[in-house]
């Protein structure tokens, strides 16, 4: 079922006890902020912040909703329990089978207009996250699009964006991205970029925003391919973009070239305030458009779990999933994992000849998703490799600390990498490490490799079945 | 009563005290950045009728325990 705004997905949530609707005053400047990270942390419902100090009434914040898998696989139109690879699947179906949105006249989106010197960032209650935040962060769930000078194509991405002041926001965009090579383009050119930021959208748009989409295919697009219908979009007013017509807040204008001001700090995917406040792109707004009564969402980053153990780890796995099918590597699962804020792909599978750790490593590596996984961990197939017992236990038994454990140095990095020394984040330096958790297919299984002590490993079958046949007569619960 | 400011150093030496300096500084009310000539004091003493300035380091933690004082001299506008 595809929904048709952010409202009706929110009521789904609440249907589902998966929202909690906040009546009590809630200041913007921290308290919120704090109520999103924690409800994040616990697993707790969404809150969805009804009366905003110092806001008119009905001006709303909704945070961390798809921060959960349960979440993640309702927005998607899923059951709450669907399986991670299920929800790999859809995302699947979108690529195999986009559907592209059907343009519209209006919508609800233009039922308010603002533009020129009347714009003013400040009517929306965009909250200051974490204490020490560069600023207050007006789009942390949404999507930024801009489009390539070259080809024309729409691209989406979800890059941070702060309030500078009335009419200016500020934002991180690391070169690898889609959006930088943009803005980059633009720039050689002296050229600004225009673009447009669509927050609280029916909610596969931002997924799909916060995945690996390939350069050059539109988000919209692999949006309608999920959600099984178009999206019905309108255009800008004042920049030839796109936005879904349902958006509650639309925000217009141009990136200014040859422009940097500093921006963040900010509490990042990783758990860590990594980056430094830098100077960085810098959005001028030339129109707002907005639902009465609009919902701003939110994603207040930082510790798993939160939006990076749900969409991003999806989105990646996905990516890293197809990547390496694709180069025809007998894998049986990825996980580009949550708990470890994505720094870690898990991959398990067959080992038809040696090395085959190594050539899956240098895939997950070449691939967009899996670059910014900088450790990879490669085990057999009798792994579940979304059971973290059974994946530490086997990095722990059967990764050789010198012959399993490789090393590839000076590989690119990324500017968010916690453990990497200063110099190393300013460059974007990186090194990576792969854990050969199989079992060398050189070594005698009768003789080198070592029965695994497990239920399902040491008992023979007929004694298997009869325990779990009788498992509620010997006075256990059923698991 | 005291308005409350912050700024971002990347250390607390950066900051030259009883002296007027050019300062990014932020409204911690609304958090909009602007830059303003100003001069700054580590206690009260030194600056009484300052307002208070919290000093943050590059990725945002507090620098000291207690506030800085600051007075505006002039403001020389917004960030961008």
């Given at each position: 079922m595809a929904y048709r705004d952010l409202r009706e997905f929110l009521n789904k949530?609440?249907?589902?006890?998966?929202?909690?609707?906040?009546?009590?005053?809630?200041?913007?400047?921290?308290?919120?902020?704090?109520?999103?990270r924690r409800a994040s942390e616990t697993e707790s419902p969404a809150p969805l912040f009804e009366k905003i100090k110092g806001y008119p009434k009905g001006f709303r914040l909704a945070g961390a909703i798809v921060a959960t898998h349960r979440r993640l696989a309702i927005s998607l139109?899923?059951?709450?329990?669907?399986?991670?690879?299920?929800?790999?699947?859809a995302f699947d179906r979108g690529i195999t089978h986009p559907i592209k949105p059907r343009i519209?006249?209006?919508?609800?989106?233009?039922?308010?207009?603002?533009?020129?010197?009347?714009?003013n960032l400040y009517i929306f209650p965009a909250p200051m996250l974490h204490d020490g935040d560069g600023g207050r962060y007006i789009s942390t769930w949404h999507f930024v699009a801009t489009k390539d000078p070259d080809t024309g194509w729409q691209n989406c991405g979800m890059y941070r964006q702060m309030v500078h002041n009335r009419n200016h926001l500020g934002g991180l965009t690391m070169p690898s991205q889609?959006?930088?090579?943009?803005?980059?383009?633009?720039?050689?050119?002296?050229?600004?970029?225009?673009?447009?930021?669509?927050?609280?959208?029916?909610?596969?748009?931002?997924?799909?925003?916060?995945?690996?989409?390939?350069?050059g295919v539109d988000e919209l697009d692999v949006a309608g391919g999920i959600r099984g219908e178009p999206l019905e979009v309108v255009k800008c007013e004042t920049v030839d973009l796109l936005v879904p017509a349902t958006t509650e807040i639309v925000i217009e204008g141009y990136v200014v070239p040859h422009m940097r001001v500093d921006e963040g700090p900010f509490g990042e995917f990783t758990g860590y305030r990594a980056s430094p406040r830098a100077p960085r792109w810098v959005y001028r707004v030339t129109c707002i458009t907005y639902r009465n009564d609009p919902i701003l969402t939110s994603s207040c980053m930082g510790v798993p779990p939160s939006e990076t153990s749900s969409i991003s780890a999806l989105c990646k796995s996905w990516a890293v999933r197809n990547t390496l099918r694709a180069e025809g590597l007998?894998?049986?699962?990825?996980?580009?994992?949550?708990e470890a804020a994505c720094l870690l792909c898990i991959v398990s599978t067959k080992t038809p000849y040696p090395g085959i750790a190594h050539r899956i490593a240098s895939v997950v590596w070449a691939t967009q998703g899996g670059s910014v996984s900088p450790k990879v961990m490669v085990v057999n197939d009798d792994i579940d490799i979304h059971n973290m017992n059974e994946v530490i236990h086997a990095f722990a038994t059967k990764c050789h600390p010198v012959r399993g454990t490789h090393i590839v140095e000076h590989a690119a990095g990324f500017q968010l990498c916690p453990y990497q020394n200063l110099e190393e984040r300013t460059w974007g330096k990186g090194s990576n490490a792969l854990y050969d958790c199989t079992w060398p297919i050189d070594w005698p299984p009768e003789i080198a490799v070592p029965p695994?002590?497990?239920?399902?490993?040491?008992?023979?079958?007929?004694?298997?079945q009869r325990v779990l046949s009788n498992w509620t007569n010997y006075g256990f619960r059923n698991k | 009563m005291a308005k409350v400011y912050d700024t971002f150093v990347e250390r607390l030496s950066d900051l030259k005290e009883n002296k007027e300096t050019e300062l990014v500084i932020r409204d911690c009310e609304t958090y909009e950045a602007r830059r303003v000539k100003a001069v700054v004091a580590s206690s009260k003493h030194q600056l009484p009728e300052g307002d208070m300035l919290w000093v943050r380091a590059l990725r945002g933690q507090k620098l000291t325990k207690e506030p800085w004082l600051i007075t505006i001299t002039a403001e020389l506008g917004g960030i961008t």
């Open positions: 949530l609440e249907d589902e006890r998966e929202l909690v609707r906040v009546k009590q005053e809630v200041d913007w400047n921290l308290e919120a902020g704090a109520v999103i139109g899923l059951p709450s329990n669907a399986s991670f690879p299920d929800m790999m699947d519209v006249g209006t919508g609800p989106c233009k039922e308010n207009i603002i533009k020129g010197d009347d714009v889609h959006m930088g090579a943009v803005l980059r383009k633009n720039e050689q050119r002296g050229k600004p970029t225009e673009f447009v930021t669509a927050i609280g959208t029916e909610p596969v748009t931002a997924c799909v925003a916060a995945s690996a989409v390939p350069y007998p894998i049986t699962d990825v996980y580009v994992c949550g695994k002590a497990s239920f399902k490993d040491i008992y023979p079958e007929d004694i298997q | -």
